[in-house]
């Protein structure tokens, strides 16, 4: 099936535009047994930060591994009762040699430009403030992308779609501020200690269409009131056979598009689509301290793990 790898890698593109973050607004920071994470910044807070993506992907019996890492800092502009401005800057990125996700290519080209981002007083994302600014500066990294990759047009067909995609406010966001997001994931939640929140979650349907219904399980799994820090986890999956119907049915109307027969027998294996977080966090100084995110997309003829680790380094 021609083109089918390049459909997938569009697709996995596409899948951090989704995120649901439920907030939950409290006065008291932490009890023995509770924790709310709700910022504590000060205007003038200065902190870095370390990003490390990695990937490893299977694809027709082939295995590859990209590790990527970017230095970055957040400066807290405006800190009052309305919330927080924090101007975010990606500073410094190793690109790994074939590096193939092309979200890192697009961030390496927009290095020392400040994103200004509005979050709530419970730490909620709210906007990118000067969106129409990091509009241009990307525009003009993915332009660069474009002209470089003609002779590449699986990588070149990407860069055009995140072009149009950036035309977005959603879709500017989703792009420049992944690994942002997941830095601030966890801040607006309520933990209790040992009781793990069991919630309905929407995830990306990566095939079009409505979103997919997933399960959603977050638990404090541990709380130092001495050393004010606290480790939370999330998983989030969708049910096998929901996924699988969304698989076979995209790669059965792809056929008919193509021309091309179905071979992929995707009806007799376990298909995988899921999600894991585990943040280490200074509750009392609203800094994470480190985290780890892992992704998980396996269709059968392709596998690929997506792996955030943020470490602050001040």
């Known amino acids: 099936m021609k083109g089918t790898g390049m459909k997938i890698k569009i697709y996995l593109f596409l899948l951090t535009f989704f995120q649901v973050i439920s907030v939950f607004g409290q006065d008291e920071i932490s009890t023995d047994t509770t924790v709310f994470l709700i910022p504590q910044w000060k205007k003038g807070e200065l902190h870095n930060v370390k990003f490390t993506a990695a990937t490893n992907r299977r694809r027709a019996g082939k295995t590859a591994q990209y590790v990527s890492a970017f230095d970055a800092s957040f400066f807290v502009k405006e800190a009052d009762s309305s919330g927080f401005i924090v101007e975010w800057e990606y500073k410094k990125c190793t690109l790994a040699e074939g590096e193939d996700n092309i979200e890192n290519y697009i961030l390496?080209?927009?290095?020392?430009?400040?994103?200004?981002?509005?979050?709530?007083?419970?730490?909620?994302?709210?906007?990118?403030?000067?969106?129409?600014?990091?509009?241009?500066?990307?525009?003009?990294?993915?332009d660069n992308l474009i002209s470089r990759s003609v002779s590449d047009p699986d990588m070149n067909l990407q860069y055009v779609a995140a072009k149009q995609i950036i035309g977005s406010q959603l879709g500017l966001e989703t792009v420049t501020l992944k690994e942002i997001n997941s830095y601030h994931f966890l801040f607006g939640y309520e933990y209790r200690l040992g009781i793990v929140q069991n919630k309905k979650g929407k995830m990306t349907n990566l095939f079009g269409g409505q979103p997919h219904n997933g399960v959603q399980k977050i638990e404090l799994s541990s709380i130092d009131n001495k050393k004010s820090i606290c480790v939370i986890e999330m998983n989030k999956t969708v049910d096998n056979e929901v996924l699988k119907s969304q698989v076979v049915a995209y790669f059965k109307q792809l056929a008919i598009q193509t021309g091309k027969q179905l071979t992929a027998n995707f009806e007799q294996g376990k298909l995988e689509y899921s999600e894991k977080v585990v943040q280490h966090i200074d509750f009392k100084k609203s800094i994470l301290l480190k985290s780890s995110f892992k992704r998980i997309f396996n269709i059968g003829i392709e596998e690929q793990a997506t792996i955030i680790d943020i470490e602050t380094i001040d």
């Open 108 to 142: 390496a080209g927009i290095l020392n430009t400040k994103l200004a981002c509005k979050f709530s007083i419970t730490g909620k994302f709210q906007e990118l403030i000067n969106a129409d600014e990091i509009r241009v500066v990307t525009n003009r990294s993915i």
